[in-house]
């Protein structure tokens, strides 16, 4: 029977030494331990067995590697089963039990807990000093409770009315999506394709929409505006008009109703666009849906009108006229819109403008869809596509000239721009439906217009264009004074009509305001008068930016203007732009003052400003040999001037920082000189002989 306990003990790691010398007396396991192969030794009464509790576990479960090394020495020594056999052959039986229920518990105590595991893993670190690890924290919420869908949009909506929008797709994603796993409504997606688009950021808008579209969400009209704003105010224009196409074809095969508001926002990606045509598509289609011509709706076709450089003054001034038809009141924002196309573009053909705006008032009747608005005149969208488009004026607009027949022909008066309190003779106010009227003694054509003075003059001038706001009802605004400043004849009377205005209307005048009327006055000669301009300026307490002096140098056709300006600019602490500089080199360009280049020059190493390929252009034009000048020939002062700057400006060019790009790449400055500044001088010098 002790040969089981034996046995046990072997599987158990232990030896019968072992536990003689754990629960016996010293002499006893010594008298064990002296056993030979054929004496026999009988367990005595008072032994007992403890068994193992929770105190002594840690001792028990360290004392299995000690013991199972002794084991594995007694299996190898040779006489170590029969040892075994004369120890266990003594034991009694009735302590059998109690000596298996403590092996029995050994067993399982060989095998731990993970839990003691880490106590034990814990502990060893602790003793080498090292720092006990962090438990990964669990997500709290801003607010410490659970948050809805709605707190998260209201959110989303405010950081993006701070300009914070990166925080807002953070809390979107990182709080709400991976935080607190809420599954995200509409809204949530439409407050951030908002905020997306108004920044330009189309493709990440996009990104939102298939996201949604992916979880089972219903877009709504709210966020198909928002999509086709992010496609209009994208920089890239032409990968947002592609997006806006796609996105209307995928609405079209769905035949989802689009809202007005969504109409407009299509409207605004086209007219953005330069795709005036596309517009008309889209009023036409708005129409059939059974939408109302607004406002806005003309706003956004008089916009598509500014993008077209040739015509699109004569293009806006139709917009407008048939607006005033259909009987619609325009605002403060249609009147600075056609400003603009004063400003910015022509008027084209001047037969097909005299036959589209000086002439009877009836309009086609085509097979297009009418809608009557406030007025009772309908929208005839086929009739105004073909007046828009009208390349030549005998081709479709001979119903036009039938009421001029028996008119006596007479040129419009173009050319003389009337003041604010002029009340000189005016050529016709194009913004007056009775004015164009052909009739007998009335203007049936126009002169050429040349300038933006002659397109302001075609609207009254700028007293008539106020005249014809405060008609309406309408006050201008700081928008509008600054267009009139741009459109309007340098000069400091002009400057005082507008101040009065301005104190009239209770306009509160900005920087931007005056900077428009010191270029003017700048790009005309007068030097003075852009300084006059500039003492008013700080009279009225506007302080002066970096543009201000960058419209006052296009004035200084002198060294001597050149060097008091930078001196002022150093007095103010206005550090000397690229700008400021290149149109300092244009003064001195068309003066042909090559000691006037060299100043400029000079100036820009001092303040380390690097050039720009405007300026290398401008450079390479002023170091060029005149066309028939030959060298051999004869020479000249000037033409020596001509050489010593040529040497001075390459001499230049390799001692000039570079300009950063902001590329990832970063070249040594040496190269970059010799791989910007003059390789750029080269391909002027490549284009120039090309086109000569």
């Given at each position: 029977?002790l040969?089981?306990?034996?046995?046990?003990?072997?599987?158990?790691?232990?030896?019968?030494?072992?536990?003689?010398?754990?629960?016996?007396?010293?002499?006893?396991?010594?008298?064990?331990?002296?056993?030979?192969s054929g004496s026999?030794?009988?367990?005595?009464?008072?032994w007992?067995v403890?068994?193992?509790?929770?105190?002594?576990?840690?001792?028990?479960?360290?004392?299995?590697?000690?013991?199972?090394?002794?084991?594995r020495?007694?299996?190898?020594?040779?006489?170590?089963p029969?040892?075994?056999?004369?120890?266990?052959?003594?034991?009694g039986?009735?302590?059998f039990?109690?000596?298996s229920?403590?092996?029995?518990?050994?067993?399982?105590?060989?095998?731990?807990?993970?839990?003691?595991?880490?106590?034990?893993?814990?502990?060893?670190?602790?003793?080498?000093?090292?720092?006990?690890?962090?438990?990964?924290?669990?997500?709290r919420?801003?607010?410490?409770?659970?948050?809805?869908?709605?707190?998260?949009?209201?959110?989303?909506?405010?950081?993006?009315k701070?300009?914070?929008?990166s925080?807002?797709?953070?809390?979107?994603?990182?709080?709400?999506l991976?935080?607190e796993?809420?599954?995200?409504?509409?809204?949530?997606?439409t407050?951030?394709?908002?905020?997306?688009?108004?920044?330009g950021?189309?493709?990440h808008?996009?990104?939102?929409?298939n996201?949604?579209?992916?979880?089972?969400l219903?877009?709504?009209?709210?966020t198909?505006?928002?999509?086709?704003?992010?496609?209009?105010e994208?920089?890239r224009?032409?990968?947002?008009?592609?997006?806006?196409?796609?996105?209307?074809?995928?609405?079209r095969?769905?035949?989802?109703?689009?809202?007005?508001?969504?109409?407009?926002a299509l409207l605004?990606?086209?007219a953005?666009?330069?795709?005036?045509?596309?517009?008309?598509?889209?009023?036409?289609?708005?129409?059939?849906?059974?939408?109302?011509?607004?406002?806005?709706t003309?706003?956004?076709?008089l916009?598509?009108?500014?993008?077209?450089?040739?015509?699109?003054?004569?293009q806006a001034?139709?917009?407008?006229?048939?607006?005033?038809?259909?009987?619609?009141?325009?605002?403060v924002?249609?009147?600075?819109?056609?400003?603009?196309?004063?400003?910015?573009?022509?008027?084209?053909?001047?037969?097909?403008?005299?036959?589209?705006?000086?002439?009877?008032?009836?309009?086609?009747?085509?097979?297009?869809?009418?809608?009557?608005?406030?007025?009772?005149?309908?929208?005839?969208?086929?009739?105004?596509?073909?007046q828009?488009?009208?390349?030549?004026?005998?081709?479709?607009?001979?119903?036009?000239?039938n009421d001029?027949?028996h008119?006596?022909?007479q040129?419009a008066?173009?050319g003389?721009?009337?003041?604010?309190s002029?009340?000189?003779?005016?050529?016709?106010?194009?913004?007056?439906?009775?004015?164009?009227?052909?009739k007998?003694?009335?203007?049936?054509?126009?002169g050429?217009?040349?300038?933006?003075?002659?397109?302001?003059?075609?609207?009254?001038?700028?007293?008539?264009?106020?005249?014809?706001?405060?008609?309406?009802?309408?006050?201008?605004?700081?928008r509008?004074?600054?267009?009139?400043?741009?459109?309007?004849?340098?000069?400091?009377q002009?400057?005082?009509?507008?101040?009065?205005?301005a104190?009239?209307?209770?306009?509160?005048?900005?920087?931007?305001?005056y900077?428009?009327?010191i270029?003017?006055?700048a790009?005309?000669?007068?030097?003075?008068?852009?300084?006059a301009v500039?003492?008013?300026?700080?009279?009225?307490?506007?302080?002066?930016?970096?543009?201000?002096y960058?419209?006052?140098?296009?004035?200084?056709?002198?060294?001597?203007?050149?060097?008091?300006?930078?001196g002022?600019?150093?007095?103010?602490?206005?550090?000397?732009?690229?700008?400021?500089?290149?149109?300092?080199?244009?003064?001195a360009?068309?003066?042909?003052d090559?000691?006037?280049?060299?100043?400029?020059?000079?100036?820009?190493?001092?303040?380390?400003?690097?050039?720009?390929?405007?300026?290398?252009?401008?450079?390479?034009?002023?170091?060029?040999?005149?066309?028939?000048?030959?060298?051999y020939?004869?020479?000249?002062?000037?033409?020596?001037?001509?050489d010593?700057?040529?040497?001075y400006?390459?001499?230049?060019?390799?001692?000039?920082?570079?300009?950063?790009?902001?590329?990832?790449?970063?070249?040594?400055?040496?190269?970059?000189?010799?791989?910007?500044?003059?390789?750029?001088?080269?391909a002027?010098?490549?284009?120039?002989?090309?086109?000569?």
């Open positions: 029977m040969q089981c306990v034996s046995r046990s003990c072997l599987r158990n790691g232990r030896s019968i030494v072992d536990y003689v010398v754990r629960y016996g007396s010293t002499q006893t396991a010594r008298g064990l331990s002296s056993m030979g026999t030794v009988r367990a005595p009464r008072s007992s403890h068994p193992v509790t929770d105190i002594n576990r840690r001792a028990f479960t360290g004392s299995v590697s000690v013991s199972s090394r002794r084991t020495d007694v299996q190898e020594s040779p006489t170590a029969a040892r075994m056999g004369r120890a266990g052959s003594d034991l039986v009735e302590d039990g109690s000596l229920a403590d092996f029995s518990s050994r067993r399982a105590f060989r095998k731990t807990t993970p839990e003691l595991q880490d106590m034990l893993y814990r502990e060893e670190r602790q003793a080498a000093g090292q720092e006990e690890e962090r438990e990964p924290e669990v997500f919420s801003r607010t410490g409770r659970r948050n809805t869908q709605y707190w998260y949009f209201l959110q989303c909506k405010r950081l993006i701070e300009n914070k929008l925080e807002a797709l953070s809390m979107f994603q990182r709080e709400m991976e935080g796993r809420l599954p995200p409504e509409e809204y949530n997606y407050v951030l394709i908002g905020g997306c688009g108004r920044a950021h189309l493709k808008a996009f990104k939102l929409y996201d949604m579209k992916k979880r089972g219903v877009p709504s009209d709210a198909y505006t928002a999509l086709f704003n992010a496609c209009a994208s920089p224009k032409q990968a947002g008009l592609q997006q806006a196409i796609h996105l209307e074809q995928e609405l095969r769905k035949n989802h109703p689009l809202s007005d508001i969504t109409y407009h605004k990606t086209h953005l666009t330069n795709h005036l045509r596309a517009c008309l598509h889209t009023l036409r289609d708005m129409l059939q849906a059974g939408h109302a011509v607004t406002q806005e003309f706003h956004f076709l916009m598509g009108c500014v993008r077209d450089r040739d015509t699109g003054f004569r001034l139709q917009v407008y006229r048939q607006m005033l038809r259909m009987g619609i009141r325009p605002d924002q249609n009147y600075n819109l056609l400003l603009r196309a004063a400003r910015d573009c022509g008027i084209g053909n001047p037969a097909v403008a005299s036959a589209l705006l000086l002439t009877s008032d009836c309009g086609q009747e085509g097979q297009a869809v009418k809608v009557r608005g406030q007025g009772s005149a309908p929208l005839d969208v086929d009739a105004l596509e073909s828009l488009f009208t390349q030549h004026p005998d081709n479709d607009l001979s119903h036009h000239n001029a027949t008119c006596r022909e040129e008066p173009i003389s721009l009337p003041s604010l002029g009340t000189s003779s005016h050529p016709p106010n194009l913004l007056d439906l009775s004015v164009g009227r052909a007998e003694g009335g203007v049936v054509s126009l050429v217009v040349s300038g933006m003075f002659d397109r302001l003059a075609l609207m009254g001038g700028a007293q008539g264009f106020l005249d014809k706001m405060a008609t309406a009802g309408l006050c201008p605004d700081i509008t004074l600054t267009l009139l400043a741009d459109t309007m004849e340098p000069g400091i002009s400057l005082h009509s507008l101040l009065a205005v104190k009239q209307h209770g306009v509160k005048l900005d920087a931007a305001f900077n428009s009327v270029r003017r006055a790009r005309a000669g007068d030097l003075q008068e852009a300084k500039m003492c008013a300026m700080q009279e009225r307490r506007v302080r002066a930016d970096v543009r201000t960058g419209s006052l140098a296009l004035g200084c056709n002198r060294q001597t203007d050149a060097l008091q300006l930078l002022d600019m150093q007095a103010a602490g206005v550090q000397p732009s690229v700008q400021v500089f290149s149109a300092l080199i244009g003064c360009s068309r003066r042909l090559y000691v006037y280049l060299r100043l400029v020059l000079r100036a820009m190493r001092e303040h380390n400003v690097p050039p720009n390929d405007i300026i290398i252009t401008q450079l390479e034009h002023a170091s060029q040999y005149p066309p028939n000048y030959n060298q020939k004869f020479r000249n002062t000037y033409l020596s001037q001509i010593g700057f040529r040497g400006y390459h001499q230049w060019l390799t001692t000039m920082p570079a300009q950063e790009t902001g590329g990832p790449e970063r070249v040594h400055p040496a190269e970059t000189r010799q791989d910007g500044h003059q390789q750029a001088a080269a002027v010098r490549r284009h120039r002989k090309q086109h000569s």
